[in-house]
C-alpha cells in the first residue's frame, strides 16, 4: 500500500528545519534595520547640527559682540574674564549686530533651538532645529563675552540614546 502524505516525524523535522531558517532570515533583517536606523539618526543629527552651526556662523559674523549668555535661570556676567578653551554650557546667547536692542538671540527650549531678533533677553520664535541637547561655547583668548572676537561653538545633538557632537569657530567681523 502506498502512502502519499507525510509521516509525524517528516512534519517536525520539516518544521524544525523551516522554523531555523524563518528564525535566520528575521534575525538578518532585524539586524540590518537596527543598522539602518542607527545611521538615518546619525545623519539626522548630523544635518540638523550643520544645518543650525552654518544659520548661526552667518549670523554671528555681522555681530559686534556676545550681549547676553545664560544657562538654566543662571546669567553669566558678560565682563568677567572667561579662560580660554573653557567650555561654558549655555541655553540662550545673543549676538549685538547693532544697537542695545538689536541682537541675534539662540535659545534652546526642549531640545529645540530657537532663533529670534530683537531685545537680548527676548524668546525667540523661529524653531532652527532639532534634537539638541546641549551647546556650549567657548573663547579663544582669556577675555570676557563682550570683549570676545571669536567664538567657539558645540553642538551635542542627541536622538533615540545616539549623541553626535559638531563644532565650528566664528569670528565676528563687526568687531
Keep these: 500500500m502506498k502512502n502519499k502524505g507525510f ?8 518544521l524544525g ?11 538578518f533583517f532585524i ?17 540638523q547640527a550643520q544645518y543650525i552651526l552654518n544659520f548661526m556662523a552667518g549670523r554671528i559674523v555681522d555681530s559686534n559682540s556676545v550681549s547676553f549668555a545664560r544657562v538654566n535661570t543662571q546669567n553669566y556676567s558678560m565682563t568677567a574674564v572667561r579662560s580660554a578653551g573653557a567650555e561654558y554650557p549655555i541655553h540662550k546667547i545673543s549676538f549685538k549686530y547693532g544697537s542695545e536692542s538689536e541682537n541675534y ?23 532652527l532645529g532639532n534634537y539638541v541637547d546641549e551647546m ?19 553642538l551635542v545633538m542627541k536622538k533615540d540614546e545616539q549623541l ?12
Design 105 to 127: 538671540v539662540f535659545h534652546i527650549i526642549n531640545n529645540t533651538i530657537r532663533y529670534g531678533k530683537g531685545e537680548k533677553e527676548m524668546n525667540p520664535t523661529v524653531e
Design 17 to 27: 528545519i523551516s522554523s531555523i531558517i524563518i528564525g535566520l532570515i528575521f534575525s
Design 31 to 47: 539586524i540590518n534595520f537596527k543598522g539602518y536606523k542607527s545611521v538615518r539618526n546619525d545623519f539626522e543629527m548630523q544635518f
Design 164 to 175: 553626535h557632537e559638531a563644532f565650528q569657530a566664528v569670528y565676528m567681523r563687526n568687531n
Design 7 to 14: 509521516s509525524l516525524v517528516e512534519l517536525l523535522v520539516s
Design 136 to 154: 556650549y561655547v567657548s573663547l579663544f583668548k582669556d577675555e570676557s563675552f563682550q570683549d570676545a572676537k571669536a567664538v567657539k561653538l558645540k
